[in-house]
T-cell receptor, first 115, second 112 residues
Framework: DGGITQSPKYLFRKEGQNVTLSCEQN?????MYWYRQDPGQGLRLIYY???????QKGDIAEGYSVSREKKESFPLTVTSAQKNPTAFYLC??????????????FGEGSWLTVV | GDSVTQMEGPVTLSEEAFLTINCTYT??????LFWYVQYPGEGLQLLLK?????DKGSNKGFEATYRKETTSFHLEKGSVQVSDSAVYFC???????????FGKGITLSVRP
């Protein structure tokens, strides 16, 4: 079945460590996104990529990094510089951006907790 | 910049009650508008969308009409069920980078 797979579902990190969240899609979508969700704040965009080997910062990129070496993969690294990383992280993808009505599809999310 | 404002929550209703969740937006140009639903512990699922003024999106008994004159996209359902209990997000997509801009979401609880 086509879809977006995020792993791991739950992740615990010690302070000072970097962690990488995986996101893979088999929908043949060009665009991919990472959002962060905190209670009462909705979803905020971290990074997005419209094409392989290209990505842009979103609204809250500080302390995060990404790569887009393959069309189907868009991993997110939460670095030790991210001051408050405990959150629910959602990966998403969509066809190319020219038509704003194209739906953005979401994965099941990854819970990151700093201990 | 683009923004979405949703009514404050949470909302608690009895089964079969009528539901309205308000959503207004600010955007330049002609954005597309979306409602997403999130069930506990899961990602977001598209509920419905509208891509131009006066369009009505509908799915699973939910409806929303794109009102450009009032910059609104209110979600309605005539008779809610317990299974509709979830968090509902209004969102818009427009502009040069076409990212989704979300409202803060509202939690709906439906009592049997």
């Amino acid at each position: 079945d086509g879809g977006i797979t995020q792993s791991p579902k739950y992740l615990f990190r010690k302070e000072g460590q970097n962690v990488t969240l995986s996101c893979e899609q088999n929908l043949n979508h060009d665009a991919m996104y990472w959002y962060r969700q905190d209670p009462g704040q909705g979803l905020r965009l971290i990074y997005y990529s419209q094409i392989v080997n290209d990505f842009q910062k979103g609204d809250i990129a500080e302390g995060y990094s990404v790569s887009r070496e393959k069309k189907e993969s868009f991993p997110l690294t939460v670095t030790s510089a991210q001051k408050n990383p405990t959150a629910f992280y959602l990966c998403a993808s969509s066809p190319r951006r020219e038509f704003t009505g194209n739906t953005i599809y979401f994965g099941e999310g990854s819970w990151l907790t700093v201990v | 910049g683009d923004s979405v404002t949703q009514m404050e929550g949470p909302v608690t209703l009895s089964e079969e009650a009528f539901l309205t969740i308000n959503c207004t937006y600010t955007a330049t140009g002609y954005p597309s508008l979306f409602w997403y639903v999130q069930y506990p512990g899961e990602g977001l699922q598209l509920l419905l969308k509208a891509t131009k003024a006066d369009d009505k999106g509908s799915n699973k008994g939910f409806e929303a009409t794109y009102r450009k004159e009032t910059t609104s996209f209110h979600l309605e359902k005539g008779s809610v069920q317990v299974s509709d209990s979830a968090v509902y997000f209004c969102a818009l997509r427009g502009g040069a980078n076409s990212k989704l801009t979300f409202g803060k979401g509202i939690t709906l609880s439906v009592r049997p």
